[in-house]
Every structure is written in C-alpha cells, then in structure tokens.
C-alpha cells in the first residue's frame, strides 16, 4: 500500500513537500516515483529514484524539485519549490520492486498552485 500526503493549496512561487509512505513491501528494494495527471492531460513522470539512490527529473521541474528517501521510514518524499500554476495536478506515488513491473499506485494528491 502506499498512502500520499502533503498535497494542497499555494500560491505561485511558494514551496510544498509530498509524502508517500509504504507498507506491505521490503522498501528498500523498491524504485519510487512521483507521477502527475493535470486536467486532460496524460499522466506524466515527475521524479524517479532508484534503489540505490540514483534519480531523474522531468525537464519541466529540473532545478525546482528533488525526490528523496528515507528507507528507514519508508517514506519517498518529493520537495517543490518555486511552484508554478502549471505544476497544478493530481500527484501520484509508485514502487516498482526491484525496478520492475508491476507497477503499484498510491491514491493521489492534489497540488493547486494558484497565481
């Protein structure tokens, strides 16, 4: 199971840290990511980190996210700063054991960004 929080309101410019806590897996031994889905739009890679620590950003939040985790807490976090209007989306959180499918969702979050 993997339980997303830390969505909500804020304005332009302002900052917002996600969290996804997992359970019911070896943690550790799993690649996380954070994915979005604006309105009408496809779902799209927002962060990826690997097992080992390596991780890849879409080119669109390069410099202004980063994705962390905290293995001894099970907890995959995702820190965004200088929001954009266009960073509003529904966030969701994956594992993929062992870097392979399947791939498991968390429920989602939902960032507004006004401006």
């Known amino acids: 199971q993997l339980q997303a929080s830390g969505g909500g309101l804020v304005q332009a410019g302002g900052s917002l840290r996600l969290s996804c806590a997992a359970s019911g897996t070896i943690f550790s031994l799993n690649d996380m990511g954070w994915y979005r889905q604006a309105p009408g739009k496809q779902r799209e890679l927002v962060a990826y980190?690997?097992?080992?620590?390596?991780?890849n950003y879409a080119d669109s939040v390069k410099g202004r996210f980063t994705i962390s985790r905290d293995n001894a807490k099970n907890t995959v976090y995702l820190q965004m700063n200088t929001l954009k209007p266009e960073d509003t989306a529904v966030y969701y959180c994956?594992?993929?054991?062992?870097?392979?499918?399947?791939?498991?969702w968390g429920q989602g979050t939902l960032v507004t960004v006004s401006s």
């Open positions: 994956l594992r993929r054991f062992m870097g392979k499918s399947p791939d498991y």
């Open positions: 980190i690997t097992r080992i620590g390596s991780t």
